[in-house]
């Protein structure tokens, strides 16, 4: 698929919009303008729409998102950004009164396809949640669970190596690996943040996906989640939420702006920051509204 060159913005349908938003009269796309398409992506999402009974959280998105690319999603909160991530592992199955239309798509097949294994699903698609969970076990089994339930491990010493590995990839294998057998809800927040992420990446996924990762940890957490997103982009592709606009500025390559349920804008994420097409993207960005 050819990279898409970006959209006129005289393709825009004049709508009105919430004024809860801060904001009257703008203009909501009919299409995304922007970077929407990539050559051979490895997650793309064609016309999704979003229910949660009778409410729609996501109106007719339609994105590609790169191999080993990092995109993050950004937006004022209830726009549909997280309903979208939780969307590319059919985390909303959990949802009952959540219906999705459309289509999602890893590697070209339709992840809610009938034939889909959704646990085999959420194995090649992790997830990172806006709080620290970890499991109510060691810092050990934390980490083992995964491989042990999808049979990644033959033996013990396997077992051993690929917490290790998963440790240390998550950037805290240092820090942890004499406490292995203590609890890990005993960790710092930071810590049990990238307990979960070592807990993600231990079942060899392709795509991980994290939701505002950062929102709960302090400046120097975060920054150690910020560096670890930046060793783990040349192994996975990764999908982030985010609330603050100068982390999708420091991490990501490219960036999807989203408004009452559309999304709005897609660029590189330098791009999109300085030169935003739309004008619901800059008075975002400028702090207009958000």
Known sequence: ?????????????????????????????ETTVGNVFVQNPRISTRGVNVFYGDKQALVNVTVDIAEKEVIAFIG????GKSTLLRSLNRMNDTIDSCRLEGQVLLDEQDIYDKSVDVVGLRARVGMVFQKA??????????????????????????????VESSLTRAGIWDELKDRLDQPGTGLSGGQQQRLCIARAIAVNPEVILMDEPCSALDPIATAKIEELIAELRSEYTIVIVTHSMQQAARVSDRTAYFHLGKLVEVGKTKELFINPVHELTQDYITGRFG
Request: proline content about 8%; aromatic content about 6%.
């Open 1 to 29: 698929m050819e990279d898409a060159d970006y959209m006129s913005a005289a393709s825009l349908q004049k709508k009105e919009t919430s004024t809860s938003s801060g904001i009257e009269g703008r203009l909501l796309p």
């Open 76 to 79: 004022p909160s209830g726009c």
């Open 133 to 162: 969970n970890p499991f109510p076990k060691s810092i050990f089994e934390n980490v083992a669970y995964g491989p042990k339930i999808h049979g990644l491990a033959e033996n013990k010493t396997d077992l051993n190596n690929i």
